[in-house]
Nanobody, 112 residues
């Protein structure tokens, strides 16, 4: 089993920054892919960014150049130049050995 705990969400004005963290515990194996997803009210959950255990990254077009994903002892999402449309619940995800695990989510609200 894998447990994922996100933190770092909050309320920020447009143009501001936030850094999300995801701490994983339990049985973590390599290779794996970790990622951030988000879900806005009334919308489907969507990919934000992923990073493999080898360090390869992938970003959604909507956040390229503004967000940066990284991993070390935890996984992070540095979010800069935030826009109101970035408002959503952000979820941490790990995919390993054909199984997926999700965190409980952290709310990010960007005011205009």
């Amino acid at each position: 089993q894998v447990q994922l705990v996100e933190s770092g969400g909050g309320l920020v004005q447009a143009g501001g920054s936030l850094r999300l963290s995801c701490v994983a515990s339990g049985s973590i194996f390599r290779p794996n892919v970790m990622g951030w997803y988000r879900q806005a009210p009334g919308k489907q959950r969507e990919l934000v960014a992923t990073i493999t255990s080898s360090g390869y990254t992938n970003y959604a077009d909507s956040i390229k150049g503004r967000f940066t994903i990284s991993r070390g002892n935890a996984m992070y999402l540095q979010m800069n130049s935030l826009k109101p449309e970035d408002t959503a619940v952000y979820y941490c995800n790990v995919n390993q050995r054909s199984r997926e695990y999700w965190g409980q989510g952290t709310q990010v609200t960007v005011s205009s």
